[in-house]
């Protein structure tokens, strides 16, 4: 059963990465249907999309009076998208992620603000529809202001699709993404009977199997606009599903959950959530791009915090 599980982990790798080749192209044409910029596209398309795993697990749990799991689970997949994601994406794409123009300095003031949020909400204690009448607003106001960006790339070109061409692209794009959720899964189950075949802890597995396996989507799409040097759309993607996170998915959550928040459950991980969030930033606006060393050192945050769930702290918290 082993080499069946090893047999499946590679060919969802394989589909994953082949699909999310296409997801690039059809956003392309979507884009300009829709006259969105290149750093828009990866924001509103992408990032929505691709945040739809995590969406499915903070619903469930919402539905369930489970309000801790989905701060959890939120805040547990930034981390990984703030840090192994990135840095997986710009070593496997062999190419750094560019710096250019002020709209990915804005996204990544989006950023910072969306990663203060869970701060109020483990103050407040719990969730609620308030809350999340509030956080929906707020992903449409970041939404809406991304959406009017200057078109500094090649996406601003005049719509060269119709719209029939741009209708049968968006039920491409749904079908892809339904694809690469569904092999998500399958990289998840597999990697983890592997993981059990050779006696790895529970909560190594929960740290880091389950975590990345909720963002592969992100990563998948990462690595090919990266390759393909969309470097707006990139980071539109990566900062913009924590951005999707925290407000759409968080949101949608509180709206049907009145349950209480542990804070002492999420209290460690609401540090690295801010240690991440402002390496990036700094990242971002103080550099020409994310690079190799910069990965390495987005790995070694990512390391610290796998360390804290296995019981092994190397800061006070």
């Given amino acids: 059963m082993i080499w069946l599980s090893i047999l499946l982990l590679g060919i969802s790798l394989f589909l994953i990465g082949f699909v999310s080749d296409r997801i690039i192209r059809y956003t392309l044409v979507l884009s300009r249907f829709l006259g969105l910029s290149e750093m828009a596209a990866g924001f509103v398309i992408l990032s929505v999309s691709t945040s739809l795993p995590e969406l499915s697990v903070s619903l469930i749990s919402s539905l369930s009076n489970e309000g801790g799991l989905s701060v959890g689970n939120v805040m547990g997949s930034n981390i990984a998208n703030l840090t192994i994601i990135i840095a997986l994406a ?16 804005e996204l990544v003031q989006f950023l910072f603000i969306s990663s203060i949020i869970p701060l109020f909400i483990v ?10 009448l509030v956080l929906i607003i707020l992903f449409m106001y970041f939404s809406i202001t991304l959406s009017k960006t200057p078109k500094e790339s090649e996406l601003s070109e005049p719509p060269k699709h119709d719209g029939s061409k741009a ?26 009977d592997i993981a059990n075949f050779v006696s790895l802890p529970v909560s190594i597995i929960g740290a880091t199997i389950i975590g990345i ?7 998948a799409t990462t690595i090919q606009a990266l390759k393909k040097r969309y470097y707006e759309m990139a980071l539109g993607n990566l900062l ?7 407000t759409l998915v968080l949101g949608l959550s509180s709206l049907v959950s009145f349950s209480e928040v542990n804070i002492f459950a999420v209290q460690s991980i609401m540090f690295y959530v801010l240690i991440s969030s402002l390496t990036v930033w700094y990242m971002v ?12 050192f987005l790995c070694l945050i990512y390391f610290a915090f796998i360390l804290q769930q296995v019981g092994i702290s190397l800061f006070i918290f």
């Fill in 90 to 105: 710009i070593i496997f794409s062999k190419s750094a992620i560019l710096i250019r123009g002020e709209s990915q300095k």
């Fill in 167 to 192: 209708a049968i692209s968006g039920l491409k794009f749904v079908v892809c993404m339904v694809i690469i959720v569904a092999f998500s899964k399958l990289v998840v189950d597999s990697s983890i």
């Fill in 285 to 296: 606006s103080s550099g020409k791009s994310i690079n190799r060393k910069g990965a390495i």
């Fill in 240 to 246: 913009g599903s924590c951005i999707t996170n925290v």
């Fill in 213 to 219: 396996g909720t963002s592969l989507p992100e990563l």
């Fill in 123 to 132: 103050q407040r204690g719990s969730l609620g529809p308030i809350l999340g």
